[in-house]
Structures are given as structure tokens and as C-alpha cells.
T-cell receptor, first 108, second 116 residues
């Protein structure tokens, strides 16, 4: 069973700051997902990656397969980025194992 | 395309009562998941369907939880009788089995259950 750990659990930043959220997993995977969850429960998929780096707007996700580690970066953070960010990994069975999430609060 | 539909969005019941949640996945998505997300935790898989068959229900508390997907499209999750610790958001998600986007999981908005 894959263990997924995220850090930090809670993060408060000032608007404009560069933010990094980390994710580590214990067993080899087929893909890693970064998800965003706003209050109310809805989850939106931000990235799915199996190697390298992906960028979408102010969001950047990287993964190091050898080190079993991924990071999600937010550049020029904004209060609307405030949400829970969840890392999830999928193995051969295509089931997702989720981290416990990082609560991000960006203050104006 | 339309997203994953779930209902009800909110439900408050007393312990020992029963409750049912409904999920309609994206059209053509053969795989459907139910997750339980307790406040402050990541989602936990309850059950995975492929078409109308169960792939994995190892973490489903079968003494009180049941789920079905009779026609391989929409699904219901039932809790009977409910306990206080069942208070959570119940998330439904779906994905294609094969082809483009097969690794992309689409979530519904969730059904928030409060057991008093």
C-alpha cells in the first residue's frame, strides 16, 4: 500500500509570495495527481504527471520519480488560490491513494 | 460535457437513521468511485465499480454501507444505520476505462453528511 505524505499541513502566505507544497510517496506509481479542493467539497484536477514538469498559468508541478517526490508551486499567489491542495498517486490498479491535503490561505 | 452529478448536496440525519446518496457519472465513464472524506483528511476509497461490477470494496464497512450500480451508469451509496463517525463528505468520481483521458479522474461536488 502506498503511503502519501504532504507538507506542510497548513500554509499561510501573503499575496504575491511564491508557494511550494511537497508530496512524498513510498511505492512506485504510474501517475501523480495534484488536486484543488475549495470549501464545499468540490475537487478539481490541476495536474496529472508521471515525469518531469508541467505548467499551467501560475501553477507549476514537478516530479522526481527516483526520489518519489513531487512539488506544486504557485507563483505570485493570490487570495483566490486559498484552498486545500491534495496530492494523490495511482498505481497499476488505477486506484488513487490520497494525501491528507495542505490548507493554503493567502492573505491580501 | 456535463460533469459528475451528485445529490443531495447536504443531508442531516440522526444516528441510527438511514441515508442514500446518488451519483450520475460522466457519460461513457465505465469506472466509478465512491470516496469518504472526513474533515481534515484526504478522501478514502469506499468502493470502485467498473461498469456494473465491483472492482474493490475492501474498505467499505459492509455491516452498514452498501452501494450499487445496477445498469452500469448511475450509482447509489446507502448507509444504514448511520453512526456519528459517518459524518463526512461523500465524493463520487468517474473516469474512462481506456483511451484519451483514461487517467483523468473527474469528481462530483460531493454530498456532505452530518449525523447528529
Amino acid at each position: 500500500k502506498n503511503e502519501v505524505e504532504q507538507s506542510p499541513q497548513n500554509l499561510t502566505a501573503q499575496e504575491g509570495e511564491f508557494i511550494t507544497i511537497n508530496c512524498s510517496y513510498s511505492v512506485g506509481i504510474s501517475a501523480l495527481h495534484w488536486l484543488q479542493q475549495h470549501p464545499g467539497g468540490g475537487i478539481v484536477s490541476l495536474f496529472m504527471l508521471s515525469s518531469g514538469k508541467k505548467k499551467h498559468g501560475r501553477l507549476i508541478a514537478t516530479i522526481n520519480i527516483q526520489e518519489k517526490h513531487s512539488s506544486l508551486h504557485i507563483t505570485a499567489s493570490h487570495p483566490r488560490d486559498s484552498a486545500v491542495y491534495i496530492c494523490a498517486v495511482s498505481g497499476s490498479a488505477r486506484q488513487l491513494t490520497f494525501g491528507s491535503g495542505t490548507q493554503l490561505t493567502v492573505l491580501p | 460535457e456535463a460533469g459528475v452529478a451528485q445529490s443531495p448536496r447536504y443531508k442531516i440525519i440522526e444516528k441510527r437513521q438511514s441515508v442514500a446518496f446518488w451519483c450520475n457519472p460522466i457519460s461513457g465513464h465505465a469506472t466509478l468511485y465512491w470516496y469518504q472524506q472526513i474533515l481534515g483528511q484526504g478522501p478514502k476509497l469506499l468502493i470502485q465499480f467498473q461498469n456494473n461490477g465491483v472492482v474493490d470494496d475492501s474498505q467499505l464497512p459492509k455491516d452498514r454501507f452498501s452501494a450499487e450500480r445496477l445498469k452500469g451508469v448511475d450509482s447509489t451509496l446507502k448507509i444504514q444505520p448511520a453512526k456519528l463517525e459517518d459524518s463526512a463528505v461523500y465524493l463520487c468520481a468517474s473516469r474512462r476505462l481506456t483511451g484519451p483521458g483514461a487517467n483523468v479522474l473527474t469528481f462530483g461536488a460531493g454530498s456532505r453528511l452530518t449525523v447528529l
